[in-house]
């Protein structure tokens, strides 16, 4: 009896199918299939103008921008703790809600639009001098006492602070959508080389890349960036060359936060609103973001956003107008995350991440 | 002066403590509610009770035995008292200056700042503050000094009385129900003083008999021959499905529609706990599922369902087919989307993997709410007219009734579940969470694996969606958003990941107890969020801790203690 039942190997359901490659070849020939047909009968039907590509590529630009500055803090933390800070967006979120309440006031005393360069330099201090005190306790309190504990586990904490942050928010500053001052100096267009451009945009992209140059040579060239590539390379050996780890992690968190506070001035720009929730889907992007380019690595996040941004910009006019689908705008996350997902499926290093299989 | 400044920090973190409940607003909307009618709020209640808990922990025995509490938790509630009465005078101050501080902080009304002045004012209430806070502090701290069965019977008397008074709402019901006499006890939502005096003290003499007999109860049981045990055992388990068989006829018809719904997030939890708590895949877009099935379960029996066309008249009436011929086909259609989802991303690393779940949850939501499947599945508008099941004499509608069905179908799943997690795929499951690498070194094939989960997983997930469809008789796809996820994953976590009683207790916690106050209502999230972060930080394994789950969480401590040598190393 006993021999019998030993070599009677047990074996679950659709063992012999390769039931993933199947999905995944199946998957990978729809969205071929989907996305060429729907571009060639979009742009078939004409619908829109050479202009009206340009005008959704610089949105796309401008979005995605603000989605490469917070795609920042994620890959800055990612390298140097391993962990996906889900809370980051709620730190964007928390400086750029307060400092709606400065801008109301320098609006309303007029100050706002007599020298709205001086104006814009307050908002961002407030945003970012915000944003990084959020994220500096947010380590403290939230992810100190994790360091060492299982994957899964800091990992569930963040989504508790994001709730938590973002509830808090609620309660402090309430639950309705506030329209953010606008900036009469950035309104209306500039012509450059000949075609006009939104003059907010424009200053989003340059602030934005200018932002970014600054944090590279930070990371690359300052003693806090050296410190924080060693330990995000080897935590241990870090401390054992001299190196003050919880500083250099408080560091990291401090300057992922307030990129993601200048990111939320940039981002009001464009959208011209504040709500407690705001922090929620824009930090999913720009994780998309950073994920894309390759979590990890900074240029990666930059590059990431930039075409994160165009895509979703670009994309269900031109994936989904021709194939008939109504509102087809409506659809933008899911372009989004199923940019997420394909990436993660496909090429899960990123544009310029480093070799996945190493650290996972 | 030693005494002073070691303590002064606890008891400014007991002070933003409190601040920061009051400008979130959770102050003033549960002072609404009576703890003890004419006495004392919910909101007031929370002052105290956090100066009386930065008093006790502040007065915790010192490894040096150094202690002096009652003077620790005077210092330490003092100033939790002196930070809350400055904060107060600030407000007071820009309030008297014209500033219109409502603008930005929108909870810093009048009504506030007097519930934390005690409605004495701005001086005598910051006074007061600093007394009171001073009083609680040292009364806690004093409460050291006592012997430990004395200590336990009070401080288990004051937590017996605050929760009698915040379950008003429910025992009220079942008193009623069961026609005891309820007005010595309680009076316009909350506790009589006379009722709260008799709680206090009977329960206070009952824990302390119960101190002082605990070892003997317990030797008794040792002794107990097996039989006898087995027996007791039994006695218990019938009791206890005797009383959830009665318990909607005993609680009236509103707080069974609340058991249902703490029922709905039984079966989600025992889903989700398949999939986090048994194969250690985080799955944050596990609302998919139960979209899945409470659409699948419109879309096949709804009477406004496109299946039904005028031209095919026997369907316009019932819908296309009804509840338990389609129960299967929604099963299995959720089994196939589990697989089609899991199947592209299971290889991935437990964190992308939550993101992607996440990200697939989020695409779901979007597809129900567009205009391009508008068509199929009621777009904004939502799926209507979903019949409750048949048949109709038993009106499964009415929640007293379709309690029994959720319960059934959640007893049915806790056993499956519980006898999956001992199994072979259980033991399976456990290695592969432990290490991939190690499992699929053993021969466990990984993939496989983690798709029965997610597909074993989706399956339960449906039937919670089938009987919200079906409990509701209507689908919105704004029931369909990411807090469903979380709310679930909450439930798992706060119960214990891997654990079915730890479900069934984080459901009631979770999502019983915030329907019985409402007041909790608009902080509900809030307090999630505080659960997940406080859950993971001091206690990851969860209120009802899984035996093997429990064991991995705290492998590394127990390294540290075996061997002094072991170095204390994360999985980097």
Known sequence: MTAKTETRTRRLPFERIPVRRIILVALSLAIIYGVVAGSAATLQTGTFSGADWRTLVVNGLARGSVYALIAIGYTLVYGVLFMINFAHGEVFMSGTYTSFFVATALAESGYLNEHPLISIGILFVVSMVVSTVVAIILERLAYRPLRGAPRLVPLITAIGASLFLQYTFRGLYGANVRAYPEIAAIQGTWEIFGFDFLKKQVIVIVAAMIFWLILYLVVAKTKTGRAMRAVGEDREVAALMGIDVDRTIVATFAIGGALAGAAGILFVFVFNQVIFIMGFLPG??????????????????????????????????????????????QLQPVVAFGILVLVLIFLPGGFLGSDEEERA | ????????????????????????????????????????GLGTTLVLLTMFGTGYLVSRPKDDGTSQPFGEGLVAGAFAGALTAAVVLIFEAMLGAGIQVRNMLVSVTPDLLDLLEFGLGPGLGSVALVAVGALLGGLAGALRLLPEDVRGAINYSLIVALALSLSEPLMDGILRGLGIPRRWLYESGGLTIVGTIIVVVVTAYLRWQWMRRRDQIAETRAHMPEDRRILYRRITLVALVAVLVALPWVVGPFISDVLGTVGLYVLLGLGLNIVVGYAGLLD???????????YAMGVL???????????????????????WIALPFVVLIAVVIGVLIGAPV???????????????GEIIRTLVLSDWLAPYLGGAQGLIRVPPPP??????????????????????????VSRLGDSRVGRAWAAMREDESVAEAIGISVIRYKLLAFAMGAAVGSLGGVF?????????????????????????????????????????VLVGLPELLREFGEFRLLIYGAVLVLIMILRPEGLIPNKRRQRELHEQEELVTVGELVTEEGPA
């Open chain 1, 284 to 329: 999913l992007k720009a994780f998309t973001a950073a994920v894309l380019g390759g979590i990890g690595s900074i240029s990666g996040a930059a590059l990431g956003g930039l075409v994160l941004g165009v895509l979703e910009a670009i994309g269900p006019n031109l994936f989904l107008t021709g194939a008939n689908v109504p509102s087809p705008n």
């Open chain 2, 1 to 40: 002066m030693n005494l002073v400044r070691a303590n002064f920090k606890t008891g400014l973190v007991g002070g933003s403590v409190i601040v920061y409940l009051a400008l979130v607003g959770i102050l003033e909307r549960f002072q609404d509610r009576n703890v003890i009618t004419g006495v004392v």
């Open chain 2, 284 to 294: 944050l877009g596990y609302v998919a599922f139960f979209a899945v099935g409470a």
């Open chain 2, 301 to 323: 029996t709804s009477t406004a369902s496109f299946l039904v066309k005028p031209e095919n008249a026997p369907f316009a009436e019932h819908g296309f087919t009804n509840f």
């Open chain 2, 346 to 360: 299971l290889r991935l690393r437990g964190d992308y993997l939550a993101i992607v779940t996440l990200g697939f």
């Open chain 2, 391 to 416: 048949p109709a004499a038993l009106d499964l509608r009415d929640p007293q009734h379709i309690y029994y069905l959720i319960l059934v179908f959640g007893l049915l799943a806790a056993f499956v």
């Open chain 2, 468 to 508: 919200f469809a079906a409990k509701i008789g209507s689908i919105f796809p704004n029931s369909f958003g990411l807090l469903v996820s979380i709310n679930v994953l909450s439930v798992i976590i706060l119960g214990g990941m891997g654990s079915i009683p730890g479900v069934v207790v984080g459901a009631l």
